[in-house]
């Protein structure tokens, strides 16, 4: 199964900023450009939640809670994915994943191991 890769987690106080990236393996380099990708994360001790999703056409929608604050953002020709978060609150303490291969049903065929990011007040 293949596997996106993440990086760009870490801790960071309240009010600071991260972005996070995400690396399609060359195995899905076909369906990576003509999908949408998502970031999800999971708080500790909740469900997993949307975060943000870019169309292949980058039509983006976000979560309530991280508008005005996470940009999510991709480069077809690097195959990767970024989420822009700024303004950080403790609640957005999750453990974030990316994903790939969306075709507009609100699942995806591919998904990272996720990156842990810490905020603390």
């Known amino acids: 199964q293949a596997q996106l890769v993440e990086s760009g987690g870490g801790s960071v106080q309240a009010g600071g900023s991260l972005r996070l990236s995400c690396k399609a393996p060359?195995?899905?380099?076909?369906?990576?450009?003509?999908?949408?990708m998502a970031w999800y994360r999971q708080p500790p001790g909740k469900e997993r939640e949307m975060v943000a999703i870019i169309t292949a056409r980058h039509t983006t929608n976000y979560a309530e809670s991280v508008k005005g604050r996470f940009t999510i953002s991709r480069d077809n020709s690097r195959k990767m994915a970024y989420l822009q978060m700024n303004g950080l609150k403790p609640e957005d303490t999750a453990l974030y994943y990316c994903a790939s291969g969306g075709w507009g049903m609100g699942s995806y065929d591919y998904w990272g191991q996720g990156t842990q990011v810490t905020v603390s007040s």
């Open positions: 060359r195995n899905i380099f076909s369906v990576f450009s003509p999908s949408d």
